[in-house]
């Protein structure tokens, strides 16, 4: 059976000059489709290093990332692109929308590199925005938008496609525990509608409790999954 995810013995280790980094050790995780995996562990433990190599934004010094069965570091560079553009959807922490298009453009940009007609488009992007709570806000661009609001124009751009996976690295960090809570809400009902798999970093305890499945990391290890 293909996970949407497996990892196996991944280990990434950062050069700099004489300095060794270990950013990940063996690390070995299966995921399956429509899990929703919150991934934790204190400052420098290897969580974002982790994301990037499962979104082939980066990859191991040795061990394997595979994505519906294919492995990543086999694919050439058009190949990758592609997947990163059809299969993963990504939210990071906030700012990360263009600041001078308006949310409903910030949307459709990723559907416009896919080649996405401009009607479909239209017709997505506003059903997203709706579906996320945004509806009437459209023409704003992010500067006219609070960071919680932003944060949902990011998750509306990472699912509009309905990819296979969402990786979200610390999206709720900017954000009061109140605005980071209706996040969580807006995320586990995506899961749980388009059964979405979403993994996602924090060191929230509040995001952790509220993850169907919890991955703890410490010095680029896994050392606990519950
Ligand atoms: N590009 C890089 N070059 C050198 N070291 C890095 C780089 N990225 C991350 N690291 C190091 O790898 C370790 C894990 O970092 P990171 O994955 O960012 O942890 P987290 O996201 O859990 O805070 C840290 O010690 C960090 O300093
Ligand atoms: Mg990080």
Redesign the pocket.
Known sequence: MNHVVQCEKVTKI?E?GLIK?N?LTDVDLAIEKAEFICLS?P???????LLNMIGGLDTPTSGEVYIDGEEIDELNKSELADLRLHKIGFVFQAYNLIPVLSAQENIEMVMQMQGVSKKERNEKSSAILEEVGLQGMEKRIPPELSGGQQQRVAVARAIVSRPSLVLADEPTANLDSVTANKLIDLMLQMNEIHKTTFII?THDPMIMQRSKKLVK?HD?RIIDIT
Do not use: D, E, N, P
């Not at 400052?43 to 290093?49: A, C, E, I, N, Q």
């Open positions: 950062f700099q980094v950013a562990g400052s420098g433990s290897g969580k974002s290093t970093s990391l680029g």
